[in-house]
């Protein structure tokens, strides 16, 4: 069955987002990678229906049609090109920011964030799964036949963070140094002998049963990975 006709499971609500669960480890990806606190608020950002009901049941919140609009995107890595696409924005209002914020370094009111992401060591592919639907790119290379994955962001700090999760997942993720980008942000792609067949097998591995994932971007993952490889991988849900 593919991404699209398969009915997604709907998490379940998280009483405390500050523990340490796959759904709150996603959740804080998500929020870190494309989204923002303010002094009572957090603010999450996703372009895929998907994982905004997802956000939104974690967070025992729900959507409506307000929620949802088309945004103009500058593409990451080129000013020039301007995509318009989906964005779902959910907003919890409260003290939960500040206590992000202390808890997990996260920036607050533009303030530097130092990204402290222990808590979720044991939920490590929920986390860079979280960042990379919020923060990175996945394509297929057409000269060279081979899947590029990158992240990009306006904070450095936050894409170091990305690489040392990346240095201790198992498989072990080798990455290539930060860039700057044309707009002034950074990135960094996967390095040209890691393994992306064995990464989107790990960042998704049991995300039909969770509910915690965007169906377009673990689809473009999944169908670049056998365009390279020349053979199925899978749903890249078990």
């Given at each position: 069955m593919s991404d699209a006709n398969r009915q997604s499971t709907t998490p379940d609500p998280v009483e405390d987002l500050l523990t340490?669960?796959?759904?709150?480890?996603?959740?804080?990806?998500?929020v870190a990678g494309d989204g923002?606190?303010?002094?009572?608020?957090?603010?999450?950002?996703?372009?895929?229906?998907?994982?905004?009901?997802?956000l939104a049941a974690i967070a025992g919140a729900g959507r409506t049609d307000h929620d949802h609009r088309i945004a103009a995107r500058e593409s990451s890595h080129d000013a020039?090109?301007?995509?318009?696409e989906d964005e779902y924005k959910l907003q919890v209002f409260g003290m939960l920011a500040d206590r992000a914020s202390a808890a997990l370094g996260l920036p607050i009111d533009g303030q530097p964030g130092g990204y402290r992401f222990d808590t979720f060591s044991?939920?490590?592919?929920?986390?860079?799964?979280?960042?990379?639907?919020?923060?990175?790119?996945?394509c297929f290379r057409e000269s060279s036949g081979s899947v590029g994955v990158s992240f990009v962001h306006d904070d450095e700090a936050l894409l170091r963070t990305v690489q040392s999760l990346l240095d201790a997942a198992d498989p072990h993720v080798p990455a290539d140094d930060l860039s700057e980008t044309s707009s002034g942000?950074?990135?960094?792609?996967?390095?040209?002998?890691a393994d992306t067949a064995a990464f989107a097998r790990w960042v998704y591995a049991g995300s039909?049963?969770?509910?915690?994932y965007s169906t377009e971007r673990r689809q473009k993952l999944r169908r670049s990975v056998e365009r390279a490889t020349g053979s199925e991988v899978g749903e890249l849900s078990r």
């Open positions: 340490s669960t796959p759904a709150t480890a996603y959740f804080w990806g998500r923002e606190l303010t002094q009572d608020c957090v603010t999450v950002r996703t372009a895929d229906e998907t994982s905004a009901d997802a020039s090109i301007v995509r318009f044991e939920y490590r592919p929920q986390l860079v799964r979280g960042l990379l639907e919020a923060c990175g790119t996945v942000g950074y990135w960094f792609g996967l390095g040209d002998d039909d049963g969770s509910g915690l």
